[in-house]
């Protein structure tokens, strides 16, 4: 029987960082760590000494993760990613979870391949939900100053709303530019001439 | 005429201007190529983007491409460096602590001579800690090169440590690092945080430091032979423009913007200008080619220089450099000459010259009569002859 994992887990998001856990804890016994600062990084994956670590691509601090995965020499370890350079689709998967882990032992991949379908899976679904929350939110606030920008209209040019939404409208169309942006630089203009 | 896309990532920092200003100045349109920019995390992150197709073009670490022929990247695919985006324009810092240790020992900070700047650090309690953003860096080599001048070795006397460029203030001020080496703005952010003092620019020990370069994937660049060429154009006139002096001021406005590098137009002067403040008392500091993206054949892909790096990597890894057949040919000056000739460019009647011959700028033998290079020097004096060495 082989020993438990133990594997590091570098997220400052607390929510994103447990979701993981939680989906890796599904795949088998394992020890893991959280680590969230990006101070004394390195030093703290290197005292915890373990034999997976996972890192957002988009994290900065991967470049300090990758010099302790590569401290024996670039020629001992893989470089990037996975214990099996030869399983691309893994990797591919990977890369677009936005994830990247580096084995700092020589795992088999076959002991590694749950937990990273366990993480890619969980990856993906914290991103999109993600995405889903930043879209909503940019919805909302062009539409507040859509909003904004008729009422400017409507009180300076006597326009109805009909009318207001029309000429920003036809203003964007014939700009080339998104309705938001037309009403946005209405807005900023006219709270620099009142 | 539809336009050509090219997604091409990039790191925040100075040197990555040659590829925004292809983009925001008009040049990568120009010939046809939608330019589209990414501003990456990490440079781990860049190389992957590319490796694995993301990307077709990055700015790039100049060691890279050579560290791919060596095999150093284990099975990534070969990159190639198409063309040299910048010289020098990194910095060499020191923590608050040890820059008063410094001046308490009547150290002067010229900002000049690496020398002087080593024999000072040498009394320092070791073994220090040094940041670089990433261990195959031309950063590490310049840092190496000069602490082995001083008797020092890896290990006891020092250890280097990888921390991105954004957080090299932070590490500093966390008593995290003594020492560290870090392209600009990043140097002066530490400046100005108050965390540290600049020591030398990385000119003072390689005037002619080859930074960065355009990186594609071999197979690419050798399967799209016409869009190579005019993505090489584009950053070739966008480099010539950087050149202009009168260019400094509109380029920091540029580099300023939150989707590049997103700190002050005034930070981004320092090095654009070549005129640096050294320490949180204000003091200044003018080196002329603090930064060079054109001038003086400053973007041809010597093959003198993918030498050079070759051997330091295979010294530092312990792997035959001889081993790997083809290392210079990563740096393409073939694909140079052939894209940038008929618009303009001067070209060398060789491609490997003797690295650290010249004490001053220099008259060479070009294809079309006569060009001049920039000053090469190494502090130490050393001369690095390709030819020579094998």
Known sequence: MAEDLTIVIVEQDKERAHAIVDSLRSSGNMNIHILSGQSRLARSVAELNPDVVLIDVANPSRDTIEQLALASGPLDRPVALFVDRSDGQMTQAAIEAGMSAYVVDGLQSDRIKPIMDAAIARFHMVRRMRTELETTKRALEERKIIDRAKGLLMKLRGLSEEEAYALLRKTAMDQGKRVPDVASALVTASELLS | ?390
């Open chain 2, 1 to 390: 005429m539809k336009r050509i896309p090219i997604d091409a990532g990039f790191i925040p920092l100075v040197d990555a201007a040659p590829l925004i200003v292809a983009y925001e100045m008009g040049f990568a349109g120009e010939e046809g190529i939608d330019l589209r920019l990414r501003k990456a995390p990490s440079w781990s992150t860049l190389r992957d983007m590319l490796v694995f197709g993301q990307i077709q073009a990055a700015h790039m670490l100049s060691p890279l491409p050579v560290a791919s022929a060596l095999g150093l990247l284990r099975g990534l695919p070969r990159l190639n460096a198409l063309m040299v985006t910048s010289l020098n324009g990194t910095v060499i810092g020191l923590s608050s602590d040890v820059a008063e240790t410094l001046k308490q020992a009547g150290f002067g900070f010229d900002f000049t001579d690496a020398v002087a700047a080593g024999e000072a650090i040498k009394s320092l309690p070791r073994p220090l800690r040094i940041g670089v953003p990433f261990l195959m860096s031309m950063h590490t080599e310049l840092v190496t090169l000069w602490l082995a001048s001083l008797g020092m070795t890896e290990t006891t006397d020092y250890s280097i440590h990888a921390i991105p460029p954004q957080i090299m203030a932070q590490a500093v001020g966390n008593d995290e690092l003594d020492l560290f080496c870090v392209g600009e703005p990043w140097g002066s952010v530490v400046v100005d945080n108050a965390q540290g003092a600049l020591l030398l620019p990385g000119s003072a020990i390689w005037s002619a430091a080859p930074e960065k370069v355009l990186a594609t994937s071999q197979d690419w660049a050798d399967e799209n032979p016409e869009t190579t060429n005019r993505l090489m154009r584009a950053v070739w006139r966008a480099s010539k423009w950087l050149s202009k002096p009168d260019s400094a001021t509109m380029t920091a406005e540029i580099l300023r913007q939150s989707q590049y590098l997103n700190v002050s137009a005034e930070i981004l002067d320092r090095s654009l200008k070549g005129r640096l403040t050294i320490n949180a008392q204000g003091d200044t500091r003018t080196v002329p080619n603090f930064i060079e993206f054109h001038n003086d054949a400053a973007t041809f892909p010597w093959k003198s220089q993918a030498a050079w790096i070759g051997e330091r990597l295979a010294e530092r890894y312990h792997v035959d450099g001889n081993g790997a057949p083809g290392t210079q040919t990563v740096f393409r000056s073939d694909l140079y000459r052939q894209a940038l000739g008929p618009i303009g460019a001067n070209l060398p009647a060789a491609s490997l010259k003797v690295e650290g011959a010249l004490n001053a700028p220099s008259e060479v033998e070009a294809i079309d009569g006569s060009m001049i290079l920039g000053a090469n020097h190494f502090f130490d004096g050393s001369i690095y002859d390709p030819d020579q060495e094998k």
